[in-house]
């Protein structure tokens, strides 16, 4: 176990690279045939010896040596990355150093290898390979590459530039550019960081529609119109984990109330915009079909053959028995993948003395996400609320008792909760969850963002602790 300093992984990774080379732990053969650019990457990572960046991981450089010799040894390994990977102001650069690691190692397109994300929820994978992120589209391909499949298609033009990604709506609305939202399955008011920015753009927009199974925070604070919606165990359709498997999801129960499937929603609502004939979808397996017509890789996963299992991705034909190991000959942009020289990049987030504590925010077992399910279910009473987790050392220091409020405060904001001591924490350092809207830790989280994909820098946090009686 790595208990690095929050911010520091890229200096850590290129450690661990640096050390596969440096001990001669490299698959020769598969670097020869399937990786570029190595001579300029050995080049590259010669000034990030573990012994160089020990101090600032605040990891031992044995340590890192160890780890790097584990899982350069002991082929096939596996690396698995949480969400909290890509939640840094290096987040995507993050996942590519890890890249790094494996092709040096020959540790991908094999059983029991890979780069594997633990996405943040179920069918996370299949929303963003369905063209979630904007400038992609169905299958993760850019607007020029598939343009001409999908206008045959859609008989509609595509547009030919980029849409905004959610933090780039909130930045937009924030600045008089973007009038109305709709949002999704997504309490984005108590998601993102630095809420007082987020509450600023919402209170700017004339219309936010919610469409969600619950009032959330965002629709209690600014919504205008609410679409109740069915959860995943009223209604049909398929998930993609993180595998490449897609499987099959029937409705368990029939939808309560008011409520309406995403479809239904959908196409009630461009039919109401004139947009009827575009969207004459009956049923999910309809939906799947116009997917299987844009997308030649899922073309031969029709409903019939996943009817008991699931088939995993590229699966051309309907005679094709899905692929379960990928990138065993080849990549999606040739045979070769090239190393990628990362520069590490400090965050701005440096503890001092007005700030001396380090904040890491994330999730615990008991609850999900936003708590906008779980706080309204038996798990509340295994985590009522969130807690600040704090080192035995720290709090004995402050005098701060186990279970005593605090108020933690930041550059950005404040929030006031419970501390728990633990021994999972290193002195100086905190984590908290944020399923609580009474608490609202997001009002102390910061405006600094991944530059890849805009994914804020939740793991990295400067604050300082104010006991409440003081």
């Known amino acids: 176990h790595l208990q690095l300093r929050p911010g520091t992984n890229i200096l850590m990774f290129n450690a661990l690279a640096y050390t596969i080379i440096d001990e001669g732990l490299t698959d020769p053969e598969f670097i020869r045939t399937r990786v570029t650019e190595y001579d300029e990457f050995r080049e590259f990572v010669a000034e990030y010896s573990p012994e160089a960046v020990a101090e600032r991981c605040g990891v031992d450089a044995a340590l890192i040596r160890k780890a790097a010799r584990i899982y350069a040894t002991n082929t096939p390994s596996m690396a698995m990355h949480g969400l909290g990977m890509t939640e840094h102001l290096q987040g995507t650069e993050g996942v590519m150093s890890i890249v790094n690691l494996a092709l040096l190692t020959g540790n991908i397109g094999k059983h029991g290898a890979g780069v594997n994300p633990l996405r943040g929820q179920n069918n996370v994978q299949g929303s963003a390979h369905m063209g979630c992120d904007p400038g992609i589209l169905t299958g993760s391909v850019t607007i020029e590459t598939g343009r001409e499949l999908f206008e045959s298609v859609w008989k509609r033009d595509v547009p030919t530039k980029a849409g905004l990604n959610q933090l780039q709506m909130i930045d937009a609305a924030r600045d008089g550019k973007l009038k109305a939202l ?5 309490d984005v008011f108590l998601s993102n960081a630095n ?3 987020t509450a600023k753009a919402f209170a700017n927009m004339d219309l936010v529609i919610i469409q969600d199974f619950f009032m959330n925070e965002t629709a209690k604070r600014f919504g205008h119109v609410f679409f109740p919606a069915t959860t995943s ?3 049909d359709g398929t998930f993609m984990n993180g595998e490449r498997r897609v499987q099959r999801i029937r409705a368990a129960v029939s939808p309560r109330g008011n409520a309406k499937s995403d479809l239904e929603i959908i196409c009630d609502l461009a039919a109401a915009m004139g947009f009827e004939k575009d969207f004459a979808f009956k ?3 309809e939906v799947w079909n116009e997917v299987r017509a844009v997308w030649p890789p899922g073309y031969g996963i029709t409903y019939d053959r996943i009817e008991k299992a699931g088939i995993q991705w590229p699966c051309p034909d309907v005679d094709h028995p899905g692929t379960e190991v990928l990138h065993g000959e080849s990549f999606s942009n040739g045979v070769a993948a090239a ?3 990362i520069k590490y990049r400090p965050t701005k987030e440096v503890v001092t003395g007005d700030f001396p504590f380090m904040l890491t925010t994330g999730r615990v077992l008991e609850q ?4 906008t399910m779980t706080m309204r279910t038996p798990n509340k009473k295994l985590r009522p609320t969130d807690l600040l987790q704090m080192s035995k050392a720290d709090s004995a220091r402050l005098s701060i008792a186990n279970g005593e409020k605090v108020r933690l405060r930041s550059n950005y904001g404040e ?3 419970p501390v728990e001591i633990t021994n999972k924490v290193k002195t100086g350092e905190l984590f908290a969850s944020f399923h609580d809207a009474s608490v609202f830790l997001n ?3 910061g405006p600094t963002r991944d530059r890849f994909t805009q994914a804020p820098e939740f793991k990295v946090t400067a604050v300082t602790i104010e006991k409440l009686n003081a």
């Open 182 to 186: 709709w949002t999704i399955g997504y």
């Open 195 to 197: 809420a007082h920015e």
């Open 233 to 235: 165990f009223e209604k």
């Open 283 to 285: 049923t999910a397996e």
């Open 339 to 341: 190393l990628k020289r």
């Open 368 to 371: 999900f996400n936003a708590g």
């Open 415 to 417: 929030a006031v909760l």
């Open 443 to 445: 009002y102390a989280t």
